[in-house]
């Protein structure tokens, strides 16, 4: 939701000790913290969500499980877990979570917005029942399950029907997933 307040950091992720709603952040390039969490299981399936086709960054693309921004004063782990469980209905603990791996990134995407954030990236082995999946549906679509194998594939086959994370960012996913299954 772009009402949400989020704290703004400097460009070497030191926090400024200002907030500003999401859209604020957004829209003037501001410095924030994000979450993304992929889900995985020992066979190497991953989750993956489709955001819904009113969303204003990536719309109607496949994202990881769930992504979020972090809310002023949260922590990352209490973020990464907020948001698989609204997102998706998939209930995580801290010790689910392990060591996030952190990136950056500073674009401008074609809606005008400015994306300027550091994202915490949780690669979480889960076996995911769509049973127990429940989509919020005003941020998410659909939820499919492919093999790693199968992903990678249908990316770079249809590399724009996933959401844009800036170079190398799904290709690094891979990489992360396919090396904590070695």
Do not use: C
Not at 88 to 101: A, K, M
């Amino acid at each position: 939701m772009d009402a949400e307040l989020i704290d703004i950091y400097d460009e070497n992720n030191a926090l400024l000790g200002i907030t500003r709603m999401k859209s604020e952040a957004h829209r003037d390039g501001l410095w924030h913290r994000a979450v993304h969490v992929f889900l995985f299981d020992d066979e190497g399936s991953v989750l993956l969500q489709l955001r819904n086709k009113n969303r204003d960054v990536n719309p109607d693309r496949w994202s990881p499980a769930a992504a979020g921004h972090v809310s002023s004063g949260e922590s990352i782990s209490a973020a990464a877990i907020r948001e698989t469980r609204e997102e998706i209905g998939i209930y995580l603990i801290e010790n689910d979570l392990g060591v996030p791996i952190l990136s950056s990134i500073d674009i401008k995407l074609p809606n005008g917005t400015t994306n300027a954030e550091f994202r915490y990236i949780f690669f979480v082995r889960h076996r995911t029942d769509m049973d127990n999946v429940t989509l919020q549906e005003s941020e998410v679509s659909d939820v499919k399950i492919l093999s790693i194998d199968q992903l990678e594939t249908q990316y770079h086959e249809r590399p724009e029907s996933f959401s844009f994370e800036g170079d190398g960012y799904w290709e690094n996913a891979f990489a992360e997933i396919r090396s904590r299954l070695a």
